[in-house]
């Protein structure tokens, strides 16, 4: 069983930057591909990063790519996603997921956190 607990959510300009976190509890954290989606009212749920248990594999949504950057600290039990030049479209809860796949859909994660709301004032 793994428990995910986000942070680091709020209100920023665009153009600004803020940096998510998400802390796990339980064993076998190190196993576990992470990953981070967000969803606005309304819309699905949407894929935005993924790193693999080891740090060695990583993939992002497009729309995100060159802004962000996921990593992780095994050590720490902790998963990261820093957010720059944000856009008042990355408005969003967001989410972090624990699965035992890398994967950008979110059906193959088996863990959820409880979101963390970002909002982005143009």
């Known amino acids: 069983q793994v428990q995910l607990v986000e942070s680091g959510g709020g209100l920023v300009q665009a153009g600004g930057s803020l940096r998510l976190s998400c802390a796990a509890s339980?064993?076998?954290?190190?196993?576990?591909?992470m990953g981070w989606f967000r969803q606005t009212p309304g819309k699905d749920r949407e894929f935005v990063a993924v790193i693999s248990w080891s740090g060695g594999s990583i993939s992002y949504a497009d729309s995100v790519k060159g802004r962000f950057t996921i990593s992780r600290d095994n050590a720490k039990k902790t998963v990261y996603l820093q957010m720059n030049s944000l856009k008042p479209e990355d408005t969003a809860v967001y989410y972090c997921?624990?699965?035992?796949?890398?994967?950008?859909?979110?059906?193959?994660?088996?863990?959820w956190g409880q979101g963390t709301q970002v909002t982005v004032s143009s």
């Open positions: 339980g064993r076998f954290f190190s196993s576990y591909s």
């Open positions: 997921a624990a699965g035992t796949i890398p994967s950008i859909k979110g059906s193959e994660y088996n863990y």
